[in-house]
């Protein structure tokens, strides 16, 4: 979905997008606004269901389901594995986050992801990543090349002042 708000916002199509931080090529300006924790997910009667917190490197043995390339949370997860040396056996692709969950509730794999509420009511079991620390930035995005309405900038400003 990054990629997609990052083409909208370079189309001009909107004036900001909130997504994982674009690539330097873009010549976006990107403000961090809240950070996600990354958690593992794994179907209740996985192997690692009993535990609360694992290191990465422990979930090598099992098939995960990752985001697409495409994705803003790939090149998160792919650091991750690349910063402990590892390449995971990745089962299955998908964009959305909750088709994510819901591949992980059946029982398709084990995958990391951002924390969110959904996981709660889901058939499935939220662990702790001890190692490498890991969360992801949701930024506010914009082009300071292009004009940018008062009322966007009022919104801008406002979310700025928040510090959520």
Known sequence: MTQTLLDGLAAREFDLAFCSKPPERMNL???AVQRQELVLIVPQEHPLAGRTGVDL???LPYPQIFFEKSSGMRPVVDQMFESIGASPQIAYETEEDQVIAGLVARGFGIAVVPYMELLLKLDLK????????????LFMVHDDNVFMPPAVRRFRQFVLDKNF
């Open 29 to 31: 300006a990107a403000v």
């Open 57 to 59: 490197a422990e979930t």
């Open 126 to 137: 939220i662990l702790k990543i001890r190692s490498p620390v890991c969360e992801r930035g």
